[in-house]
């Protein structure tokens, strides 16, 4: 059995917010990464859309913490607008160690890192996750829940595609301010067509005619009929899942 599928799929917990991917593409948000690095830490935002390639028969956990909705992507789509794999640390490792080094510097009012460097420093770090940590989520309260098993993969913008708006915001600033820090990159979305698209999971099986009319709606007019009926064969449910696979 493979351990991981041959797509990316970004889990969510609505009807509502799947359709508007479906028809809107994907929006860039901030989120929040809480990181342990050694004796340091580092908590902040960063613009972000996440993904995972967990096969569908381990995907119970996930569907817990993240959703029970869903769209999968093919990975050629992933490669193509740069998503790239997390980068987990424990945090008493050297790379935690390391990292937290450099994030000290650029933290110095006396520096003598570049506004490159200092971006390139963001910018590692925006893909950097412990290994292990707290999960407090929906129906998930885990203290030492594994990150590591969620084989998540992430979306990050360049600073060009954001406008040059602020690519790591201050947790406590971010916490006062989060919807007006959204709605700065609101206009930073990544679409894609119906061959980009793996799976459509909508949570209850009886959604799927609801999800098939949608897509007559919102598809016809942006690919073939053929097209539009083998998108057809891509949705499922995950009720389906849990019980089939």
């Not at 929040?32 to 004796?39: A, D, I």
Request: positive net charge; contains cysteine.
């Amino acid at each position: 059995m493979a351990i991981s599928t041959n797509s990316i799929i970004h889990y969510t917990d609505s009807f509502k917010v799947l359709t508007s991917i479906l028809k809107e593409g994907f929006r860039i948000k901030y989120c929040v990464e809480k990181l342990k690095l050694g004796s340091g830490s580092s908590n902040a935002a960063h613009p972000m859309i996440s993904f995972c390639d967990i096969p569908l028969s381990d995907s119970e956990q996930h569907f817990d913490a993240y959703g029970k909705y869903g769209i999968g992507l093919s990975k050629n789509w992933a490669i193509k607008n740069g998503v790239n794999p997390v980068l987990y640390i424990d945090h008493n490792s050297l790379f935690a160690k390391s990292l937290f080094e450099l994030i000290k510097e650029r933290r110095k009012k006396d520096t003598n890192l570049t506004r490159k460097q200092d971006l390139e420093i963001l910018q590692i770090k925006s893909y950097a996750k412990n290994y292990s940590g707290l999960l407090k989520r929906k129906d998930v309260n885990n203290p030492n829940y594994k990150f590591y098993d969620e084989r998540e993969w992430r979306l990050v913008p360049t600073k060009k595609e954001m406008n040059n708006a602020s690519f790591s915001l201050d947790l406590s600033f971010f916490n006062k301010n989060k919807e007006e820090a959204n709605e700065n990159i609101s206009d930073c979305r990544f679409g894609f067509n119906s061959k980009d698209i793996s799976y459509i999971i909508v949570e209850k099986t009886l959604e799927i005619p609801k999800m098939i009319n949608f897509l007559r709606e919102d598809f016809s007019d942006r690919c073939t009929a053929k097209e539009l009926d083998i998108l057809f064969s891509k949705i499922c449910s995950t009720e389906q899942i849990l019980d089939d696979y």
